[in-house]
Nanobody
Framework: QLQLVESGGGLVQPGGSLRLSCAAS????????IGWFRQAPGKEREGVSC????????ALVDSVKGRFTISRDNAKNTVYLQMHSLKPEDTAVYYC????????????????WGQGTQVTVSS
């Protein structure tokens, strides 16, 4: 079974930090581009950040630039999203996804998706 599993979500105060993890089983992430997406209630799913198979990172939305950092640990078959200075508008279900060819903000480019982890930023 090919799976991506997100973890690390939870409740955090504005200005706080959280690290999300995306772990793969049944396949290796080494040669995939891994994107983080999020979906807030009543809103469309949007791309947040992506890391290429070579380790190059790209912010997919301007609002997270300078606050979120994506990284990968191929030995652990895991990709991380380190989030700092969290804002209430960051509240969403966060998903990771794997793409064969491109580090893209388009959901259609991604082959595998996780089930999501809830991030709630509230005082």
């Amino acid at each position: 079974q090919l799976q991506l599993v997100e973890s690390g979500g939870g409740l955090v105060q504005p200005g706080g930090s959280l690290r999300l993890s995306c772990a793969a089983s049944g396949f290796t992430l080494d040669y995939y581009n891994i994107g983080w997406f999020r979906q807030a209630p009543g809103k469309e799913r949007e791309g947040v950040s992506c890391i290429s198979s070579r380790g190059s990172s790209t912010a997919l939305v301007d609002s997270v630039k300078g606050r979120f950092t994506i990284s990968r640990d191929n030995a652990k078959n895991t990709v991380y999203l380190q989030m700092h200075s969290l804002k209430p508008e960051d509240t969403a279900v966060y998903y990771c996804a794997a793409s064969y060819y491109y580090c893209s903000g388009l959901m259609a480019e991604y082959t595998y998706w996780g089930q999501g982890t809830q991030v709630t930023v509230s005082s």
